[in-house]
C-alpha cells in the first residue's frame, strides 16, 4: 500500500512540476480518497485499485470538457489547463482518448478476468459514446459542450455499471 501511495505521488509531483496543475489536481481528487475510503472502511483490492486508476484516466478526460469554456481566462491568467498548455485540438484528442481508451482497457480487463458477456455489453456502449464525440465535442467543444455531455458522457456512465455489475461480489 505504501508503494502504492508513493508512485501516485511521484505521478502527480511530476504533473505538478511539468506546470500541469489540472492534471496533477484530477488525479488527486479522483484517485487519493476513493483508495484512502476503501482501505480505511473495506478491502483494497487489486480489481479496485486498477479500475479506479483506469475510471481515473476517464474523469480526466470529462474534465478537460469544462476547461475549453475558460481558455481565454485561462490565458489571461497564466493558468495551464489542457487546452492553453497543448492547444485545443490535441487537447480534444487527449480528452476523447483519455475516455475511450479507459472503457477500451476496462473492457480487455474484464475480458482478461474470464467476464466476456461485461466486456462485451462495455464494448456496445463505446460505440454510441464514439458517435457523439465525434458528432459534437470534435466539432467545436466550446458549443456544443453541453449536448456532448448529455449525449456521451451517460455512456460513460453506463459503463461504470457494467463493470461495477461485473466486479460485485
Not at 24 to 35: A, C, Q, V
Request: charged letters at 15%.
Amino acid at each position: 500500500m505504501i508503494k502504492l501511495v508513493l508512485f501516485y505521488l511521484l505521478i502527480s509531483v511530476k504533473f505538478y512540476y511539468l506546470d500541469l496543475h489540472c492534471i496533477s489536481e484530477d488525479l488527486d481528487w479522483f484517485l487519493t480518497d476513493r483508495w484512502a475510503g476503501q482501505a480505511l472502511f473495506g478491502t483494497l483490492t487489486p480489481d479496485i485499485i486498477v479500475l479506479t486508476l483506469l475510471y481515473s484516466i476517464a474523469g480526466l478526460g470529462i474534465a478537460i470538457v469544462n476547461d475549453f469554456k475558460s481558455v481565454e481566462g485561462d490565458r489571461a491568467l497564466g493558468l495551464q489547463s489542457l487546452p492553453v498548455a497543448f492547444g485545443a485540438e490535441t487537447a480534444k484528442w487527449i480528452c476523447v482518448g483519455a475516455i475511450d481508451i479507459t472503457q477500451l482497457s476496462v473492457a480487455g480487463y474484464l475480458l482478461g478476468a474470464d467476464k466476456p458477456f461485461y466486456a462485451l455489453a462495455l464494448l456496445g456502449l463505446i460505440i454510441p459514446q464514439v458517435f457523439f464525440q465525434f458528432k459534437y465535442f470534435r466539432k467545436d467543444p466550446v458549443k456544443y459542450d453541453v449536448k456532448y455531455q448529455a449525449s456521451a458522457q451517460p455512456f460513460l456512465v453506463l459503463g461504470l455499471l457494467v463493470t461495477a455489475l461485473a466486479t460485485s461480489h
